[in-house]
T-cell receptor, first 108, second 113 residues
Framework: DAKTTQPNSMESNEEEPVHLPCNHSTISGTDYIHWYRQLPSQGPEYVIH???SNVNNRMASLAIAEDRKSSTLILHRATLRDAAVYYC?????????FGKGTLLTVNP | EPEVTQTPSHQVTQMGQEVILRCVPI?????FYWYRQILGQKVEFLVSFYNNEISEKSEIFDDQFSVERPDGSNFTLKIRSTKLEDSAMYFCASYTGSLSGYTFGSGTRLTVV
């Protein structure tokens, strides 16, 4: 399986922007980049996904490098409720492959 | 917002027993999945199901595991003879195949004793 690589943990202050990086250097040309987050004892929650172009939705923005070997999830104003494990995944209709994710801590 | 519903939320079973984990995916979704997460570890793919057949499965999904979509609404995961190492959270997910991401359920915590 091709891997995604993320920092183990990051810290942010409330109401500040957060940039969560991910490397996926071996991603195939047809795989999408998905981001999910997970709170303790809950299932992963979809955040955003994209293929080549940058994407925005109500939760976040996704910036994808031109060579698709890396991407960055941007939370524009972190809140305490954004504290979670964030997973960058690569995938298709048939499968998403999760890595270990980044534990985001948000300080009040 | 539509949800993926999983039952039961927690199941305790004896080693060697059969268990069936149940899921109701979102009604207009076309792709269905089971994942598992052993305590403290990452989310692992088990199997995907599309057009009434398995489309992809992992090495974990051996002959002890099976999936069914018996009635067009439920999606089940059966473990024929449970082992201690099957203890984990099992997540069901579904996907439209287009604009949105996968939707995961809240999970079933399986404890094998």
């Amino acid at each position: 399986d091709a891997k995604t690589t993320q920092p183990n943990s990051m810290e942010s202050n409330e109401e500040e922007p957060v940039h969560l990086p991910c490397n996926h250097s071996t991603i195939s040309g047809t795989d999408y980049i998905h981001w999910y987050r997970q709170l303790p004892s809950q299932g992963p929650e979809y955040v955003i996904h994209g293929l080549t172009s940058n994407v925005n939705n109500r939760m976040a923005s996704l910036a994808i490098a031109e060579d698709r070997k890396s991407s960055t999830l941007i939370l524009h104003r972190a809140t305490l409720r954004d504290a979670a494990v964030y997973y960058c995944t690569r995938g298709s209709n048939y499968k998403l492959t999760f890595g270990k994710g980044t534990l985001l801590t948000v300080n009040p | 917002e539509p949800e993926v519903t999983q039952t039961p939320s927690h199941q305790v079973t004896q080693m060697g027993q059969e268990v069936i984990l149940r899921c109701v995916p979102i009604s207009n979704h076309l792709y269905f999945y089971w994942y598992r997460q052993i305590l403290g570890q990452k989310v692992e793919f088990l199997v995907s199901f599309y057009n009434n057949e398995i489309s992809e499965k992992s090495e974990i999904f051996d002959d002890q595991f099976s999936v069914e979509r018996p009635d067009g609404s439920n999606f089940t995961l059966k473990i024929r003879s449970t082992k201690l190492e099957d203890s984990a959270m099992y997540f069901c997910a579904s996907y439209t195949g287009s604009l949105s991401g996968y939707t995961f359920g809240s999970g079933t915590r399986l404890t094998v004793v």
